[in-house]
C-alpha cells in the first residue's frame, strides 16, 4: 500500500506538522495535561514535562515511518500547538486508517477540529493509498460527532477496531468515508 508519512499540511488557519520535542510546554499546559481534555479524547492525563517529552520522544522516532501518521496542530497567528490529529490505528490488509484528534479547552469552539480534519482526509486521499477513514465518538460527546458530520464522514454501523474485535459499539457512534464517496462529494465542491 502506498505510504507518505506524517507530511506538513497548511490550511486558512493551522499548520498540521511533526511533533517536535519544543511541544511540550504547549501539550501540558494545552491539552494533554487537561484532564476535561483528555476524558474526552479517551487518553491518560500527563502531569509532568518529564512524561511528555518521554511520549514526544516515542512518537518523534516512529516519524521514520513511512506508516505513521501523527500531526501536531499548530495555530498559525499564535505559534501555540493545541492539540494532535492522527491515524491511531492502520490496518494495511483493508487499507484502512482510524482517526484521532483532540483540542485543547481554550481552543474550544473555533472550527479548529474541523479545519484540521478536512485537511487530514484531503490529504490522505490525495497522497496515500488508503481507501477508508473511520473515527468514533463517546455518545456523550456530541460536539465531535458535529466535526465528524461537518468533515463529510457518515455514520457507520461500526469501526474496523470492533469488526476484528468480534464487538459491536457500545456507547460509541461510528462514521466512516471511503475513497468513492470522498470523491463523489469532491466533484460537486466549486
Not at 81 to 105: H, L, P
Not at 167 to 186: D, H, K, L, M
Request: a negative charge; hydrophobic letters at 35%; charged letters at 25%.
Amino acid at each position: 500500500m502506498r505510504h507518505s508519512g506524517t507530511q506538513m499540511i497548511t490550511t486558512t488557519r493551522l499548520l498540521l506538522r511533526p511533533f517536535e520535542q519544543n511541544d511540550c510546554g504547549d501539550m501540558l499546559a494545552g491539552w494533554i495535561g487537561n484532564p476535561e481534555v483528555q476524558a474526552e479524547y479517551g487518553e491518560p492525563v500527563y502531569t509532568t514535562p518529564e512524561q511528555v517529552k518521554q511520549l514526544l520522544t516515542h512518537w518523534i522516532a516512529r516519524y521514520t515511518r513511512p506508516d505513521f501518521y501523527r500531526w501536531a496542530i499548530i495555530e498559525r497567528q499564535s505559534g501555540k500547538n493545541i492539540g494532535q490529529i492522527a491515524f491511531c490505528k492502520v490496518y494495511e490488509d483493508c487499507r484502512t486508517a482510524e482517526i484521532e484528534y483532540c483540542i485543547g479547552e481554550n481552543f474550544w469552539g473555533n472550527g479548529y477540529a474541523g479545519e484540521a480534519l478536512e485537511a487530514v482526509i484531503d490529504f490522505t486521499f490525495a497522497h496515500t493509498g488508503f481507501l477508508r477513514l473511520e473515527a468514533f465518538h463517546r455518545s456523550e460527546n456530541i460536539k465531535s460527532g458535529r466535526v465528524l458530520e461537518k468533515s463529510r464522514m457518515e455514520r457507520s454501523e461500526t469501526v474496523e477496531r470492533f469488526r476484528r474485535a468480534g464487538q459491536s459499539p457500545s456507547g460509541e457512534v461510528c462514521y466512516a468515508i471511503t475513497r468513492a464517496n470522498y470523491e463523489t462529494v469532491r466533484s460537486y465542491l466549486p
